[in-house]
Every structure is written in structure tokens, then in C-alpha cells.
């Protein structure tokens, strides 16, 4: 994996709505922008390089979203929520992204948060320096527990060029602020 830079951003909410959270609900974003080894390349069929491409970039980006945590006093085992996104620059493909985020990204996030038995939710797009994605986040356990369900936007301003992908892991503790949505009961 050729890194060119990471970055990583932790958020906490101490108020929301006029009123105190406590304790603060927190998200932690980590990225990592990537050469793409089939930038430039055409449609390539065999996507085996970026399926563990995606692998060693989750392994990184969840030691320094954990590492984030600990900051803070968060365990990883504290984390209830997940999410992924990747933009792929403009001389590859969505289908990159896919590669990136989808057959092996996951085991390196479970295995350090301690399971995680729902998808991870997950966006891609091709895009230029300075594009944004919206990850989503959805509980690790249970999509449907509706606290849990948010995103949060990711751009770092040079990346990715275009033969970069820029990859995000985002992990949430507590949900929303002050979360009150419930299922319907009918």
C-alpha cells in the first residue's frame, strides 16, 4: 500500500438542541489517500490487488481511529456504530471503491472492536482534490437501531488526485445527540 497521507478527526458533542449530552456523544473519522495501482489502466477485471489494497487500509485505519478513541478514554469495545466511504480519483473507476470496501475491508474493523455482526454501510464516487463523501453510519449489531443511524462528511482539500483512492472508516459511540426516533409501532 503507497500511503501519501493520512488524517484522522475526532468529534465530540457536548451540546445539542440547548441541552447538555452527557456523556458527549463522539465520532471518529480516519482516512487514508492511496496510489491506485490500476489508475489510468482501462477496465481492468481482476481487482484482486485493490481487495487487499482495502484489507491493509482497514488494519490502518482502525488502529488510528482506536487510537483516537484511547485519546479520549473510549475502549474500542465501546464502539456501537460503523461506517465506510472511498472516493476513487478521476483516472480509475467506481468499481475500484467497490474493490476497496467490500470483500475484505470488514475483518480488520471487527476484529479490533470486538465483532460487529451487521454490514458496515458503506458510499463510494469518483472524485477530484477536494471532493466530500458522506459516509453512513448504522449500529455494528443491528441496522435497524435507529439511535445509530447518522454520517458524517469527509474531504481532505488535495486528495484524491487522480490516481489516488481516498478511503474512510468512521466509528460512532452513544448515536445521535439526544436521539428520540423510535420504530414504528403499527
Known amino acids: 500500500m503507497d500511503v501519501r497521507t493520512t488524517s484522522t478527526t475526532l468529534t465530540q458533542t457536548h451540546r445539542e438542541a440547548g441541552a447538555s449530552v452527557s456523556p458527549p456523544t463522539t465520532v471518529v473519522t480516519a482516512t487514508v489517500v492511496v496510489n491506485n495501482p490500476l489508475a489510468g489502466q482501462g477496465l481492468v477485471q481482476d481487482l484482486s490487488s485493490l481487495e487487499q489494497l482495502g484489507n491493509e487500509a482497514a488494519a490502518l485505519l482502525i488502529d488510528m481511529a482506536t487510537a483516537s478513541l484511547a485519546c479520549v478514554g473510549i475502549s474500542a469495545t465501546q464502539v ?35 465483532g460487529g455482526t451487521d454490514i458496515i454501510p ?65
Do not use: C
Not at 475484505?104 to 476484529?111: D, I, K, T
Not at 474531504?155 to 436521539?179: K, N, Q, T, V, W
Open 122 to 186: 458503506g458510499t463510494k464516487k469518483v472524485g477530484g482534490p477536494g471532493a466530500h463523501i458522506t459516509v453512513p453510519i448504522g449500529n455494528k449489531d443491528d441496522r435497524w437501531v435507529f439511535d445509530d443511524m447518522d454520517s458524517i462528511d469527509v474531504s481532505l482539500p488535495d486528495a484524491p488526485r487522480p490516481d489516488e483512492i481516498m478511503i474512510s472508516l468512521a466509528l460512532s459511540i452513544g448515536g445521535r445527540p439526544h436521539a428520540r426516533v423510535q420504530k414504528p409501532t403499527s
Open 80 to 114: 456501537r456504530g460503523y461506517g465506510k466511504g472511498a472516493i476513487v480519483g478521476v483516472d480509475g473507476d467506481r468499481e475500484h471503491t467497490a474493490a476497496v470496501l467490500h470483500p475484505r475491508f470488514g475483518a480488520p474493523v471487527r476484529a479490533a472492536i470486538g
